[in-house]
DNA sequence: ACGCTTATCACAAACGTTTCTGATAGTTGG
DNA sequence: CCAACTATCAGAAACGTTTGTGATAAGCGT
C-alpha cells in the first residue's frame, strides 16, 4: 500500500476518496488525511524576497511596529525606528504593493485602454499621461484593444480585476455598444474618457476640437478657393466621424456650398484606405479639388497615390487632414493639419480622472476641449496659381 | 470632557497619550481605547465589488467551496457548482487579482522599461509583446524611462514593487551602471534584455543584427560608389552605438577604405541632432559622399537639412539608415534602411522571459538575434549617375 | 453489518500589509 | 503617593483569495 508521509507506517493507510481529482489517503495510526505530491511540485521556494514579518523577527520585534516605522507613524522610539531602516537595507526590504493595495483598497495605478499604440497620437498621448502619473504618485497598467470591441471589453475586465483606482478609456473603431462602459458606472468606478468618447453615455470626457479643428480645415480650403471638398472619414456610426462630418458641413455651409453626398467618403481606417478614397475621388465625374482626411495619415496616403498618378498638389487637388505628425511636416508636399494636441489631451485625461478619483462624491462629469491650432502647410497654398 | 464612543458617558473618559499623533483617550467605564474620527473620514465604503465571501454568505455555504467551484475544482456537487454560478452572475462578482496574486505568488503580470513610446520601434515592439501577452494569459505593465537612467532605475524598483513574474529592459540612452540590473539578477528575477541591452551582465537578450546591418548598409554604400562615409551614432558609451560602430568599421575595411575618425559623429539622440550632424559633415573639408545613421529618423533629419541646401541626394551625398518606418518609405527621396523587424523582436523577447519564467531553474541566458532585411530605396541608389 | 471507499463540504491557515485595540512602564503634578 | 497622563510596543483583525486538513453522510462489497 502507501506509506503514511506522516507516520511513515504503511499498515494503517486506506483510501480516502478524492481531493481535487486526486486520490485521498488516510493513516489511521496517526489520524491523518493525505495526497500524494507529485514530489517535483514544489520545493519550499523561500521568496528571496524580505517581508515585513522578516524584518520583525530579525529584530524581535512585532510587524505592526515595523510596519509603522517603515511608513513614518508617529508611536515609534527613534531608536527603534532607525533599526529597523538599518534591518530594511540589510534585508533589501521591497515593500510588497500587492498586499498593500489589497489591505488599503487602493492600487494607485490607473488602466488605460487605447486602440494602438502604433497610432502616434495615442503613444504621445500616453507618453504625458505616464509622465503625469509619475509625478502624482500612480502607475499606469495599458491596454491595446486592437481595435477590437471585444478585446477592449476584455480589456476593461482585466484592468477591473486587477482593480484599478480609475479607467482612461479611447473607444476601438468598431465600438458600437457600450454595456461594458455602464458596467463600469455602475461600480462607480471612475472613467474617464478622451479622443474616441462615446456619446451616449454621460462620463467625465476629453476632447479636442473636432468640430472646430474639421470646420477650420474645410474653410481654409474653401478660402484658398476650392470649391468641391471631398471628405474622407473613419466608420459611419463612429463618433468621431459624426462630430468631424459635422463641422465639414457646416463650414460649406457658411459659403454657400451645398453638401453633396457623394463627396462623402467612409473607411475602416485600414491601413490603405487612403489609397482607395483616392481612387473613389478621382474616378468621379467631377473629382474634388479639395480633400479633407479625418486621418493626417489618410491623406498621406491619398497624396502619395495622386503623386503616382501625376496630378498636382496642390494645383489640381489640396489636401488637408485632421492631427499632426512629423510625417506630416516631412512629407513632400507638406500637409496642411489642425493639430489637436495628444499632449495636452493626455495630460488633461489623466488630471480629470486623478481628481475624480480624490473627490469620489461629486465625479465631475465636464467634457473638456483641448484648443486645437491650424497649421497651414504646402498641402492646401498658393492654390491660387491654377486660376 | 469628552464623551466616550462606545458607552457615551462622560464621566470615565480621560487621556491616555498619543496614537499615531492624535490624542487617545480611554474610558474608565467600559474599558476602552479610542481616537476621536473626523467625522467626514471614511463611510463604510462597502465596496460595491462583491468578493467570494459575499458569494458564500449569499448560499449560506462556506468561502473555500466558492472558490473551488469558481475555479473548476472537482470536488462539488454539480448542483452547488451550478448555484455558485449563478450567484456569480447574480451579484456581478469580479475575482480579486490583488488577493489571487498575494496568495498564489504569482501575479502573470510582465514588467516592461522603454526609454520612449513615441519612438516607433518601442510602439511596434510594446504592441507585439502586448498580443503575445494576452494569448499566454499575461498582463503588462509599461514604464517609461524617458531616457533617464534614474527613471529607469525607479521604474524597475516600482515592477518589482508590484512583484511582476519577470522584466523586460530596454535601456535609457544615459544608462551607464547597471546596478538596478544586477540586483534583479540578485533576487532572481526572470529578465529579458532586448534592443538597447547592457553587454556587461550576463542577461538573456534579444537584439537585432546591428553588425550585420550596419555592416550591409555601409557594404551598400561602398557598392554604389561612395568613398568617404560618415557614420552618426548615439552616444559613445552606448552599447548598440559601438556595434554599430563596428559594422561600419569592418565594411570599411573589407573595402580596403581607411577608418577615419573624423567621420564618426556622436549625438546625444535628441531631436534635432541629425541636423546638427549634417552641419557638421557637410563643413568638413572633405565632405561624406555617403552618411549612415544608426536611427533613420536622423538620416531623414539630414536629408532635410540637405535638401534646405540644395544637396542633391543620392548623387552628392547618398543616406542610409538603421530601422524602417513609414516616414522612411514615404520621404522624398525614400531611405534605404535596415529594417529590424521591432514586432519580432517584441514577440522573441517576451517568448523567452516567458520561457524564462516557466523552468526557473534554468535561466536560459542565449542572446537571440532577430534577423533583419536591407531594404533599397531612393536615397542611395543611381548614385554612379554622378561619376 | 461492518469496514473500506467515495463525494462533498466546512474550517483554518497562509499570502504581506495596515490599523485598531490592549497593555506596560515611565512621567508628571498636586 | 496616586491619579492622570505619555510614550511605546504587542497582538489581533482585516483585505480577498487558495489550499491543506478535518469531518460527515452515503455507497459498496464481503
Do not use: W
Not at 132 to 137: F, P, R, Y
Not at 164 to 191: N, Q, W, Y
Not at 315 to 320: D, L, N, P, S, T
Amino acid at each position: 500500500m502507501q506509506k503514511c508521509i506522516k507516520c511513515n507506517s504503511v499498515d494503517g493507510v486506506i483510501r480516502s476518496g478524492f481531493l481535487r481529482g486526486k486520490q485521498r489517503f488516510f493513516c489511521k495510526l496517526c489520524n491523518f488525511h493525505f495526497i500524494l505530491e507529485n514530489e517535483n511540485a514544489k520545493l519550499p521556494q523561500k521568496a528571496n524576497q524580505a517581508t515585513i514579518v522578516d524584518l520583525a523577527k530579525h529584530l524581535g520585534i512585532a510587524a505592526s511596529t515595523v510596519s509603522r516605522a517603515l511608513n513614518g507613524k508617529a508611536d515609534i522610539s527613534p531608536f527603534t525606528r532607525q533599526a529597523v531602516m538599518q534591518a530594511a537595507i540589510d534585508l533589501d526590504y521591497r515593500p510588497n504593493l500587492l498586499a498593500q493595495s489589497l489591505n488599503k483598497g487602493k492600487t494607485n495605478t490607473i488602466g488605460v485602454v487605447i486602440p494602438n499604440v502604433e497610432l502616434p497620437f495615442f503613444a504621445t498621448a500616453l507618453a504625458s499621461m505616464q509622465q503625469v502619473a509619475i509625478d502624482t504618485g500612480y502607475r499606469i497598467m495599458v491596454c491595446h484593444s486592437s481595435e477590437s470591441q471585444s478585446v477592449e471589453k476584455l480589456n476593461i475586465e482585466t484592468l477591473i480585476a486587477c482593480r484599478v483606482d480609475g479607467l482612461l478609456v479611447s473607444h476601438s473603431k468598431e465600438t458600437t455598444s457600450f454595456e461594458h462602459i455602464e458596467h463600469v458606472l455602475a461600480k462607480s468606478i471612475p472613467i474617464v474618457h478622451f479622443d474616441r468618447v462615446c456619446n451616449e453615455i454621460d462620463t467625465p470626457k476629453v476632447i479636442h476640437e473636432d468640430f472646430k479643428g474639421s470646420f477650420d480645415l474645410v474653410e481654409h480650403l474653401i478660402v484658398q478657393g476650392c470649391q468641391k471638398i471631398g471628405v474622407m472619414l473613419g466608420p459611419e456610426k463612429f463618433y468621431i466621424s459624426q462630430i468631424r462630418l459635422e463641422g465639414y458641413k457646416a463650414a460649406l455651409q457658411k459659403y454657400g456650398i451645398e453638401v453633396d453626398e457623394k463627396y462623402i467618403y467612409y473607411s475602416e481606417m485600414n491601413k490603405n484606405d487612403g489609397s482607395k478614397a483616392f481612387e473613389y475621388f478621382i474616378n468621379m465625374q467631377q473629382p474634388p479639388d479639395g480633400v479633407f482626411a479625418m486621418l493626417s495619415r489618410n491623406a498621406i496616403e491619398m497624396m502619395v497615390e495622386a503623386k503616382k498618378r501625376q496630378v498636382k498638389i496642390p494645383e489640381e487637388m489640396a489636401f488637408v487632414g485632421f492631427g499632426d505628425d512629423i510625417l506630416c511636416e516631412l512629407f513632400e508636399p507638406s500637409l496642411t493639419v489642425f493639430n489637436h494636441f495628444p499632449n495636452k489631451v493626455g495630460e488633461a485625461a489623466i488630471n480629470l480622472l486623478i481628481e475624480n478619483i480624490n473627490s469620489k462624491n461629486t465625479p465631475n462629469t465636464t467634457t473638456q476641449s483641448v484648443r486645437g491650432e491650424l497649421i497651414v502647410r504646402a498641402s492646401s497654398i498658393n492654390i491660387f496659381v491654377k486660376h
